[in-house]
């Protein structure tokens, strides 16, 4: 996918709208996070 989304599922035909059935895509992105995390005070 682009700009870093992947999709994690895809369920067809979940809807019809407009004369044709249409699908529903889960994408998801993974943020950068850094290996050790601080806490707020």
Do not use: I, N
Request: glycine share 8%.
């Amino acid at each position: 996918m682009h700009f870093g989304f992947r999709e994690v599922a895809h369920f067809r035909e979940v809807g019809y709208k407009f004369g044709r059935w249409l699908d529903l895509k889960f994408l998801e992105l993974t943020l950068k996070t850094p290996s050790v995390p601080q806490e707020s005070e």
